[in-house]
């Protein structure tokens, strides 16, 4: 198997935990913490960049390459809107995400 193609399962099963595992997912922040669903969020991103990034060193499938590293670095970026922006108690500096009253 093509190493941009693991990345890409990688990324599938972090789409599969966010939508139709989100059950699951809550439960085990209900019992727990968020902090074990967010390291493995941000572990599924970061994995998944450097697998695109292995596989346009690589050249191998370099259009797949692309498309695995951009969508791993919006898996980071995504884990730091939900995770780390609430944590910090700074609303995000988009004006549209909250509102002002």
């Known amino acids: 198997m093509s190493v941009p193609y693991i990345g890409l399962a990688l990324q599938m099963v972090f ?9 699951w997912r809550v439960s085990i922040m209900d019992h727990y913490s968020v902090y074990p669903i967010a390291l ?3 572990s599924l991103g ?6 695109g ?3 346009l060193i690589q050249r191998d499938k370099i259009k797949l390459s692309i498309l695995v590293t ?9 884990f730091v809107f939900i ?5 910090a ?8 995400l909250y509102s002002k009253n």
């Open 83 to 87: 995770y780390l922006l609430p944590e």
């Open 53 to 55: 990034l292995y596989g």
């Open 46 to 51: 970061v994995l998944s960049a450097l697998l």
């Open 40 to 42: 493995f969020e941000l």
């Open 89 to 96: 108690g700074t609303p995000p500096a988009i004006p549209w």
């Open 15 to 23: 789409v599969l935990f966010i939508t139709a595992f989100n059950s």
């Open 70 to 78: 951009g969508f791993g670095v919006l898996i980071c970026l995504f």
